[in-house]
């Protein structure tokens, strides 16, 4: 019975895997969720254009991120 393993070296390393799972998760999501953005704005952008107005965008990109500012005139 001493050359068990204990039972704590599993359960970290099932953390660990749901940690990675997390990360992974999130970075799709955040990648989705750009990707989104992105068509809406064109949409606007497209829209404005159509009603007879100009568009004015401006991005910001972070590391995953990016924010959007949207003017139409």
């Known amino acids: 019975m001493a050359s068990e393993r204990p039972a704590g070296n599993k359960a970290g390393k099932l953390w660990i895997i749901i940690g990675v799972f997390i990360v992974?998760?999130?970075?799709?999501?955040?990648?989705?969720?750009?990707?989104i953005n992105d068509k809406k704005i064109d949409d606007m952008t497209q829209q404005c254009e159509d009603d007879g107005g100009q568009a004015i965008v401006s991005k910001e990109k972070n590391f995953l991120s990016t924010s959007y500012s949207f003017e139409c005139q």
């Open 24 to 35: 992974v998760f999130g970075i799709g999501m955040t990648v989705m969720t750009n990707t």
